[in-house]
C-alpha cells in the first residue's frame, strides 16, 4: 500500500487552493484524507494511499471512526499520521455536539441525528447512551452507559434513573447504535424503552425518545409510534 517517495507540492498546493477558494466541500472524501496525510507524510503520493484506506474502511466516517490501531494496520501508518485523522474526526465532533448544547433539543432533532450518526454510525460494538435534558429540554450530559459485544449492551434501567437523579434532568433520550448498520429496532430495543417510561413516570421524568443508529440510517421508535 506504501507509495515511493515523490514531489507532490505543486498538486497539494492546488488541494490547498481548491479548499481555500471553495471550502470543504471543493475536495473529494478521497482528497480530505489525502491532504491530512500529506501533513504528516511530505513527500510521498498520499493519494493512492488515501483511496486505498476509504476502500478498505467502506467511507470516511468509517475510516475516521476506527480505532487508531485498526486505522495503523490497514495503512502501516505512523502514530503522527494516525493522529492526523483522529484530529480530523476530533474536530467534527466538537463542530457538531457545539450545536445541540445549548439548544433546545427537540427544536433541533436534525443536528442532534447529525452528532449521533457522525458519533455512533461506525463502531464495531454496540453502544448505549442516555441524552439527559433540562426543563428547557437542553442537554445536561451525554452519558455513555455500556458498551457492550459486537451485538449486545448491558442496559440497567436502575442506573439510568440514578444517573437522571443525579443530573436533576427532566426529560431523556435514549441512544444505542447497530453494528450491522440496520437501524431498526428490535423487540427488546422496544421492551426496554417501555421499562424505562415505567420505571421514570412517577418521578416526573419524560422519556422523550428512543433514537437508534446505524451505518444505513436511523430510526425512532417515537416517530415509528411504537412509545
Not at 30 to 43: D, G, M, N, V
Not at 111 to 118: G, I, N, V
Not at 189 to 199: E, G, K
Request: proline content about 4%; hydrophobic content about 45%.
Amino acid at each position: 500500500m506504501a507509495d515511493q517517495p515523490h514531489d507532490g507540492t505543486g498538486h497539494r498546493a492546488r488541494l490547498r487552493r481548491r479548499l481555500f477558494d471553495g471550502g470543504p466541500s471543493a475536495l473529494h472524501d478521497h482528497e480530505l484524507i489525502e491532504y491530512l496525510l500529506a501533513l504528516t507524510i511530505p513527500r510521498r503520493d498520499t493519494k493512492s494511499l488515501a483511496k486505498a484506506l476509504i476502500a478498505k474502511f467502506g467511507s470516511v466516517g468509517a475510516l475516521l471512526s476506527a480505532s487508531p490501531d485498526a486505522i495503523a494496520r490497514a495503512g502501516k501508518l505512523s502514530e503522527s499520521s494516525v493522529a492526523a485523522l483522529k484530529i480530523a474526526e476530533a474536530a467534527a465532533l466538537h463542530l457538531l455536539k457545539t450545536d445541540i448544547q445549548t439548544k433546545p433539543v427537540l427544536g433541533n432533532w436534525q443536528a442532534l441525528l447529525d452528532y449521533l450518526h457522525a458519533s455512533m454510525a461506525h463502531q464495531p460494538v454496540e453502544q448505549v447512551r442516555v441524552l439527559y435534558l433540562n426543563a428547557k429540554n437542553v442537554l445536561i450530559s451525554d452519558d455513555l452507559l455500556s458498551e457492550g459485544s459486537v451485538d449486545e449492551a448491558a442496559v440497567y434501567v436502575r442506573e439510568i434513573v440514578r444517573r437522571a437523579l443525579d443530573h436533576h434532568a427532566t426529560a431523556l433520550i435514549l441512544v444505542h447504535n447497530h453494528p450491522s448498520g440496520d437501524p431498526q429496532p428490535s423487540r427488546q430495543d422496544i421492551q426496554l424503552t417501555r421499562d424505562i417510561i415505567a420505571a421514570t413516570q412517577h418521578l416526573k421524568i419524560s422519556v422523550h425518545d428512543h433514537v437508534i443508529i446505524g451505518a444505513k440510517g436511523n430510526s425512532s421508535l417515537r416517530s415509528l409510534g411504537l412509545i
